[in-house]
T-cell receptor, first 115, second 111 residues
Framework: GAVVSQHPSWVICKSGTSVKIECRSL??????MFWYRQFPKQSLMLMATSNEGSKATYEQGVEKDKFLINHASLTLSTLTVTSAHPEDSSFYICSATGQGGEKLFFGSGTQLSVL | GENVEQHPSTLSVQEGDSAVIKCTYSDSASNYFPWYKQELGKGPQLIIDIRSNVGEKKDQRIAVTLNKTAKHFSLHITETQPEDSAVYFC??????????FGSGTRLQVQP
């Protein structure tokens, strides 16, 4: 299957700093990428959908100015958590799909801990 | 939006037994029905999927059955092994590809 690489796998930061998470499709062109967050023992919740070259579409209740998403190329999307606070601590996961594809391929996730 | 319910929330079986997890959805436009396995600290991994024009699909020890009339589909794992222990999610899709995930089923296979 297709490979989606997500980095870093974990990050610890101080409150007020910004953190960038990268999601790369290694062997296919990802026309659409999705970002999720997952709290312990809970399901994945969609945060936003991004298409290459256009602005991301955010789900209701997700602050677009806090969670900046950039999908500048067909193989890379980034999620920046700006001015992170302890309540932003969570497991963030990206997924990607290619043009015309229905299968989603997920990254390995990033555990963010904000002190 | 899609309402997805998944049962049971936890399931403990003995090694070698079968496990069945059921997913009920609300949107009749759903046409793609995947199951994902998530191990601790990792992203979900697609293990099997089925489209709406097929009633059943099998891949070795794993199978998925679909009842579109009743709007539910199930994951069947036979001859369970300890490495099958994980959280399993259903995610019926209408084509939007963003997926609404079920609440998850934590499967524990006792050796």
């Amino acid at each position: 299957g297709a490979v989606v690489s997500q980095h870093p796998s974990w990050v610890i930061c101080k409150s007020g700093t910004s953190v960038k998470i990268e999601c790369r499709s290694l062997d296919f062109q990802a026309t659409t990428m999705f970002w999720y967050r997952q709290f312990p023992k809970q399901s994945l919740m969609l945060m936003a959908t991004s298409n290459e070259g256009s602005k991301a579409t955010y789900e209701q209740g997700v602050e677009k100015d806090k969670f900046l998403i950039n999908h500048a190329s067909l193989t890379l999307s980034t999620l920046t958590v700006t001015s992170a606070h302890p309540e932003d601590s969570s497991f963030y996961i990206c997924s990607a799909t290619g043009q015309g594809g229905e299968k989603l391929f997920f990254g390995s996730g990033t555990q963010l801990s904000v002190l | 939006g899609e309402n997805v319910e998944q049962h049971p929330s936890t399931l403990s079986v003995q090694e070698g037994d079968s496990a069945v997890i059921k997913c009920t959805y609300s949107d009749s436009a759903s046409n793609y029905f995947p199951w994902y396995k998530q191990e601790l600290g990792k992203g979900p991994q697609l293990i099997i999927d089925i489209r709406s024009n097929v009633g059943e699909k099998k891949d070795q020890r794993i199978a998925v059955t679909l009842n579109k009339t009743a709007k539910h589909f199930s994951l069947h794992i036979t001859e369970t092994q300890p490495e099958d222990s994980a959280v399993y999610f259903c995610a019926p899709d209408t084509g939007r590809r963003a997926l609404t995930f079920g609440s998850g089923t934590r499967l524990q296979v006792q050796p």
